[in-house]
């Protein structure tokens, strides 16, 4: 049985942890991370469990008519993430999962893959 479950961290911690989890991504991906917004928000409304949604045009479907869209999002859920965490080193890590897992979504990965390198 799981022990207590870890309080939700403040929005500005937790929005601190996210932005450590992005200065981890190496630079030369970042520099190729094109027209999308990192967000972080409570919960999804539709699955309250998700850990972390991409939502747009990844970089492997945009085609020559790709233009004067809106950037894609990728939404980290800070109440779902903390209510499977114990402790802060625990969401610190689970972030960090969540950050990566997305960002591959923005890249053309998808959840196979992911589980196959070990990120799903």
Do not use: S
């Amino acid at each position: 049985m799981k022990a207590t479950q870890l309080q939700a961290l403040p929005r500005e911690r937790f929005e601190e942890l996210v932005a450590d989890a992005l200065d981890e991504v190496p630079p030369d991906l970042m520099r190729l991370m094109n027209n999308v917004v990192v967000l972080v928000e409570d919960r999804n409304p539709d699955e309250p469990d998700l850990l972390g949604l991409y939502e747009g045009f990844a970089l492997t479907e945009r085609g020559w008519q790709y233009g004067g869209e809106l950037p894609d999002r990728i939404m980290i859920y800070r109440e779902a993430i903390c209510d499977i965490c114990e402790t802060e080193d625990d969401v610190v890590e689970e972030v960090t999962i969540t950050v990566v897992h997305e960002i591959a979504h923005h890249f053309g990965i998808d959840d196979d893959r992911l589980h196959d390198l070990g990120w799903a």
